[in-house]
């Protein structure tokens, strides 16, 4: 069946109309995209990093001549090196060793189930070969 005349016409008008519609609000589908949005949010983002770079270096830069100045080298290697008896020469200092407290205590309790644990099991193994469930 063919399209009439005024089907036609009335397409015609209707896609005038969208294109009416979508020209005077372009402007306002553009202000309320949210990948625009998104986009100006990402520039202010980039904007805000660089700007605070920006301020670290200054910062830093400012800040590491009173580092120096106060004794606070992170370089500065210890007075005399510490050579071992093998003739290792300790360029840094030795670090204490600390253990938790309650450590040792721990330990001796975990060896004590382990102990416990293999007792019960050699006795329930002793006590199913005596019952006469296994033969070897």
Same mark, same amino acid.
């Not at 372009?26 to 920006?54: C, F, V, Y």
């Not at 370089?75 to 290792?88: F, N, R, S, W």
């Given at each position: 069946?063919?399209?009439?005349?005024?089907?036609?016409?009335?397409?015609?008008?209707?896609?005038?109309?969208?294109?009416? %519609?979508? #020209? *005077?609000?372009?402007? %306002?589908?553009?202000?309320?995209?949210?990948?625009?949005?998104?986009?100006?949010?990402?520039?202010l983002g980039e904007e805000l990093l660089s700007q605070?770079?920006?301020?670290? !270096?200054?910062?830093?830069?400012?800040?590491?001549?009173?580092?120096?100045?106060?004794?606070?080298?992170?370089?500065?290697?210890?007075? *005399?090196?510490?050579?071992?008896?093998?003739?290792? !020469?300790?360029?840094?200092?030795?670090?204490?060793?600390?253990?938790?407290?309650? &450590? #040792?205590?721990?330990?001796?309790?975990?060896? &004590?189930?382990?102990?416990?644990? !293999?007792?019960?099991?050699?006795?329930? %193994?002793?006590? %199913?070969?005596?019952?006469?469930?296994?033969? &070897?």
């Amino acid at each position: 069946m063919g399209l009439l005349q005024m089907d036609l016409l009335r397409r015609q008008a209707e896609g005038a109309v969208r294109q009416t %519609i979508q #020209r *005077k609000t372009a402007p %306002i589908r553009q202000e309320l995209s949210l990948t625009r949005q998104a986009s100006r949010m990402a520039g202010l983002g980039e904007e805000l990093l660089s700007q605070g770079a920006e301020q670290a !270096v200054r910062w830093w830069s400012s800040r590491e001549e009173s580092w120096w100045e106060d004794g606070l080298d992170p370089l500065v290697q210890p007075e *005399k090196p510490v050579v071992c008896a093998d003739g290792y !020469v300790r360029r840094t200092p030795v670090q204490p060793y600390r253990t938790p407290t309650g &450590f #040792r205590r721990d330990r001796r309790r975990r060896m &004590f189930r382990a102990a416990v644990l !293999v007792l019960l099991l050699a006795a329930g %193994i002793a006590a %199913i070969v005596r019952s006469g469930l296994l033969r &070897f």
